[in-house]
């Protein structure tokens, strides 16, 4: 699985939209980008995937360049919950695809 | 509909001793994960499996052993219990490869 490089941490303010970075400039063709976060020491939770088009759902918009090395998570309206780490994991589908889970951008909602 | 559902949620044990973690979803799903977390780190893959009788080895096996005999359940078992296993333990599950996981809430060891 291709390796992913994202910030360390990141601040934002409640109500504005939270920009998160995740670099794989050495993702394959059939790799997937996926989006996890780890509210304090809870189970980490889904977001979203995707594999070259861009992905909305009820939580979070994921920007995927289309040379595919880069994308954003993109949280329209943060807020205090959403105060968390962010994992970025670069996937191959098939039965040896995995989660392979990096350190994650500590993303800081303040008021 | 529960989810993944992990059980203990705490547990102290000796040094020697052995458990299993229970882990059980009830979602139908084929794919199912074992990770440890420690303190300041990231998750890290113990043992997977694909579906019923099908598990294989994840990044840091060694200590642990897995079974999977019906699509419910992925009991994770530690045979001797050292220290360097204390550690928050996940389980997770998903419909597919192509498919996020859902993540239990947890199993919080402490080996003495």
């Known amino acids: 699985d291709a390796k992913t490089t994202q910030p360390t941490s990141m601040d934002c303010a409640e109500g504005r939209a939270a920009n998160l970075p995740c670099n794989h400039s050495?993702?394959?063709?059939?790799?997937?980008v996926y989006w996890y976060r780890q509210i304090h020491s809870q189970g980490p939770q889904y977001i979203i995937h995707?594999?070259?088009n861009n992905e909305t759902n009820e939580m979070a918009s994921l920007i995927i360049t289309e040379d595919r090395k880069s994308s954003t998570l993109i949280l329209p309206h943060a807020t205090l919950r959403d105060t968390a780490v962010y994992y970025c994991?670069?996937?191959?589908?098939?039965?040896?695809?995995?989660?392979?889970f990096g350190k994650g951008t500590k993303l800081s909602v303040k008021p | 509909n529960a989810g993944v559902t992990q059980t203990p949620k705490f547990q102290v044990l000796k040094t020697g001793q052995s458990m299993t973690l229970q882990c059980a979803q009830d979602?139908?799903?084929?794919?199912m994960s074992w990770y440890r977390q420690d303190p300041g780190m990231g998750l890290r893959l113990i043992h997977y499996?694909?579906?019923?009788?099908?598990?294989d080895q994840g990044e840091v096996p060694n200590g642990y052993n897995v079974s999977r005999s019906t699509t419910e359940d992925f009991p994770l078992r530690l045979l001797s219990a050292a220290p360097s296993q204390t550690s928050v333990y996940f389980c997770?599950?998903?419909?597919?490869?192509?498919?996020?996981?859902?993540f239990g809430s947890g199993t919080r060891l402490t080996v003495v």
């Open positions: 997770a599950s998903s419909i597919g490869v192509h498919y996020g996981y859902t």
């Open positions: 050495t993702i394959s063709g059939n790799e997937y």
């Open positions: 995707g594999l070259k």
């Open positions: 994991i670069v996937r191959v589908g098939g039965s040896q695809g995995n989660l392979i």
């Open positions: 979602m139908n799903h084929e794919y």
């Open positions: 499996s694909v579906g019923a009788g099908i598990t």
